[in-house]
Structures are given as C-alpha cells and as structure tokens.
T-cell receptor, first 112, second 116 residues
C-alpha cells in the first residue's frame, strides 16, 4: 500500500526561527514529489521535485529530494507569522492520469 | 494563470437531499479534474479522477452511485452528493491539470458541506 508520512505533525516556533519539515514515502511508480501550503482553503503549490539532490528555492523556502532514501525536506528560514499553515507533501504516481498520494500534513504555527 | 474556482463555497443541507458542487478552470482547459475529500485535521483523500467526455474513475471505497461526477466540458466538472447524510459532511476540493500527463495540479478553494 502506498504511504506518504510527514513529520512532525505539528510544530510551533517563534518568528525568525528556521524550520525543517520532513516527508518520507513508499510509493510504487514514483514520478515526482510536490509540496503544497494550505491555509484556510485549498492548497497552493510550492515545489515539484523530480531529481535527487537538486535543491529548489523560492525566497525563504527551499526543498530537496533524496530518491535513494525516499524522503524530502522543506526548509523555511527566517520564519514569519504568514508562514503559519499546514504544509502538505504529495507524491505523484505515474499511472496514466497522475494521481497524488498525500501525507497527513505538518501544521506549522509561527508565534510573534 | 491556472485558476480553479468552486461553487458553492459552503452549503448546509438536510439529510436525504442531493447537493451539486461545481468546479471550473477559469483560464485554461482542464482535460483532467480530480475530486478530493478532506476531513478535519486529516489530509486530502482522492475520491475520483475525471477526464472530459468520459466516465470518472473512482478510488476504492468511494461509491460511484453516491458521488456522481460529470465532466462535460474542458472547463467544468460537477460532483453531486446524492441522498446526503451527516457522515458526508466534509471539505470537498477539486483540482485540475492542463493535460493528462501533467504533474502539477491546481486546486480550487474547496466547498464545505454540512449535512444536518
């Protein structure tokens, strides 16, 4: 059975701290891994990772994939209160129509 | 670009009634749309995949006669929850992709359904 596991499930830090969110997976027909940020409504796309060892960056956020060890991390530096959200990791399976298998999410709270 | 809308954003209905939720891709043609359900503090669970002009493919455990999906055009898919019951209360989110092989899905804002 396909599994995507995120840790920690919940994290509370102070503004300015750096956080690392983890995502491990056991999925057949892996194609790529996606990170999303979900606030009150629908998830918004952050990164798509296909190749191992290549860091993707967007401002204070960065992410990297390790296909040998089957995990990805999402880093956020100099956190701000606006970073408070649920961060979702999803694996794309290569089965014709691309299906996403989501992890449980990490609820990140940034306190001022 | 890549905006997906849903309507309504929330709905309250009585047990036994049917509810229709619309998902539209506003600025692109979506050959494939996905419907997810999310219970409180849980992740998104894929319910079904629909391709324009063909029948939806349902995930294991999702009743196709209860959750009717129609994808009649490249910009519109609908999910009808038939004879809704309180256990159907959830957050329903659709997503769309540009083409069948696309990996990035663009999500709608979701519809919160409460069945009394």
């Amino acid at each position: 059975e396909d599994k995507v596991v995120q840790s920690p499930l919940s994290l509370v830090v102070h503004e300015g701290d750096t956080v690392t969110l983890n995502c491990s997976y056991e999925v057949t027909n892996f194609r790529s891994l996606l990170w999303y940020k979900q606030e009150k409504k629908a998830p918004t796309f952050l990164f798509m990772l296909t190749s191992s060892g290549i860091e993707k960056k967007s401002g204070r956020l960065s992410s990297i994939l390790d296909k040998k060890e089957l995990f990805s991390i999402l880093n956020i530096t100099a956190t701000q209160t606006g970073d408070s959200a649920v961060y979702l990791c999803a694996v794309v399976k290569d089965q014709g129509a691309q299906k996403l298998v989501f992890g449980q999410g990490t609820r990140l709270t940034i306190n001022p | 670009g890549a905006v997906v809308s849903q309507h309504p954003s929330w709905v309250i209905c009585k047990s036994g009634t049917s509810v229709k939720i619309e998902c539209r891709s506003l600025d692109f043609q979506a050959t494939t749309m996905f419907w997810y359900r999310q219970f409180p503090k849980q992740s998104l669970m894929l319910m079904a995949t629909s391709n324009e002009g063909s029948k939806a493919t349902y995930e294991q455990g999702v009743e196709k006669d209860k959750f009717l999906i129609n994808h009649a055009s490249l910009t519109l898919s609908t999910l009808t929850v038939t004879s809704a019951h309180p256990e159907d209360s959830s957050f329903y989110i659709c997503s769309a992709t540009y083409n069948r092989g696309a990996e990035t899905q663009y999500f709608g804002p979701g519809t919160r359904l409460l069945v009394l």
